[in-house]
């Protein structure tokens, strides 16, 4: 799914103040971006591990990172095929890029964790309560009680095999994982933490926001990890990653949150909004294993690395991982009904374009920034609020908009039902518009 109320399909690529990182993928082919509607499920991201490659438009704006899996031992080199994965760091007034900073914005997120069936273990260690001169019983108490609920995920597709992690949250066997673990497997096997090997089955997938469900039949005394409330954590707090990088199962790395409200897109347009940023280290095998607190809440699913572009190499401590309350939100749909049905995200309803000096030297624009409508979407919430076709967005309430990235980066701090003021260019003159916010439409639901 994508995470913002954007499926960016869109044009070139956005520079930093230094060169974005320019690692495996392929480039943009200028294309116009949409701003309310999913990208089609059918067709999700492909990502390492297997041979297989992804011709699916990209969001733009956006460094590039890779998904945090691992191919399985027996396939060859060159058959794994890297993805690029675009990150957008996109800073606003007061609010980085992505679903919310200093507050809660996204809608109907979950975190009392509703409908999960958390296991009790009465044999695990009490983690003790912090408090500066206890950092490694909390940290070894903390990992005792989560590495337990931390499994490896072993799939087979027709084009080979690879190795992902997951995390038990319930204790009927439902497992959380990345959707690009999972992705076209033919075969999902889970290894549990004492080495026990069960047969799994997909629940059912959700690639715009890179998750999927897995279950097994639970095993006496099966361990679950309880989720946590991601609009509580902050910079700097102290996290564990736990997963199977390069196959080496239950391995712990440790750091802190670097940043909040990171939004982090990938070729296809799949966007992770208010994505959590660690240095705790993440490589490939990491993808849909734990991020966890020291009290033992599972924050986030580690999920993508960034790659430095020089050596192209994963960048040392720069890791991003899709947070709780959005895991949370997404997995209870896909419990009770087998797929995503609700998205809860803001949505104009247009597809709009980026403005350039080109671009408004050929339209004859009045600006040479901003996101260009080039379409209305039927019965978008735009339209009714009388946006028009050829209109170029430069504001929304008190935030510029210079291209689509800042659009989607925007939209995805807002929630359906939100009132925005939309500043647009209709040929020399500046209007404001008054638009009620839809709700971003799941593609077949």
Not at 304 to 319: H, K, Q, S
């Amino acid at each position: 799914m994508l995470d913002s109320d954007l499926h960016n399909e869109h044009t070139e690529q956005y520079h930093t103040p230094t060169d974005p990182h320019q690692a495996f993928g392929q480039k943009v082919q200028p294309q116009p971006a949409s701003y309310g509607q999913f990208p089609h499920q059918g067709e999700p991201p492909r990502y390492p591990g297997f041979a297989h490659q992804s011709e699916q438009p990209q969001s733009l704006n956006q460094e590039k990172l890779v998904p945090a899996r691992t191919p399985g031992y027996r396939l060859r080199t060159g058959a794994i095929i890297a993805l690029a994965l675009l990150l957008a760091m996109v800073f606003g007034t007061g609010l980085f890029a992505g679903w919310q900073f200093g507050h809660g914005s996204a809608t109907t997120i979950l975190p009392s964790n509703n409908g999960l069936q958390n296991s009790t273990n009465n044999n695990l260690p009490t983690i003790p309560v912090q408090n500066g001169n206890n950092d490694d019983a909390v940290r070894e108490a903390v990992i005792a009680n989560v590495r337990p609920a931390v499994v490896q995920i072993n799939v087979q597709t027709g084009q080979g095999s690879g190795i992902g992690s997951g995390v038990i949250i319930d204790s009927r066997g439902y497992i959380v994982t990345n959707n690009h673990v999972v992705e076209g497997a033919s075969t999902v096997e889970v290894v549990l933490y004492d080495n026990t090997r069960i047969k799994a089955t997909v629940v059912g997938t959700d690639p715009a926001d890179d998750l999927a469900l897995v279950k097994i039949n639970p095993t006496a005394n099966l361990i679950t990890v309880k989720l946590g409330d991601s609009s509580k954590l902050h910079v700097g707090q102290s996290v564990l990653a736990i997963g199977n990088p390069l196959g080496i199962q239950q391995t712990v790395t440790s750091g802190i949150i670097s940043a909040l409200g990171r939004s982090v897109s990938e070729e296809n347009g799949t966007t992770i909004p208010n994505a959590i940023q660690t240095d705790a280290a993440i490589n490939p095998g990491n993808s849909g294993g734990a991020l966890v607190d020291m009290q033992g809440h599972l924050v986030g699913i580690p999920t993508l690395a960034a790659i430095d572009p020089e050596f192209r190499t994963p960048a040392n401590g720069v890791g991003f991982a899709i947070p709780s309350n959005r895991v949370n939100y997404v997995v209870q749909q896909i419990i009770q009904n087998g797929q995503v049905t609700h998205s809860g995200r803001a949505a104009l309803g247009v597809r709009v374009a980026d403005v350039d000096a080109n671009l408004a030297a050929r339209n004859n624009l009045s600006v040479d920034h901003g996101a260009m409508i080039v379409e209305l979407t039927s019965g978008s919430v735009a339209g009714k609020a009388g946006l028009q076709v050829g209109d170029v967005i430069v504001q929304i309430d008190n935030t510029q908009v210079s291209d689509t990235g800042s659009l989607q980066d925007v939209l995805a701090t807002k929630n359906p039902g939100d009132q925005v003021a939309v500043k647009v260019y209709r040929g020399s003159q500046l209007l404001t518009v008054n638009v009620t916010l839809g709700e971003l439409q799941v593609q077949g639901s």
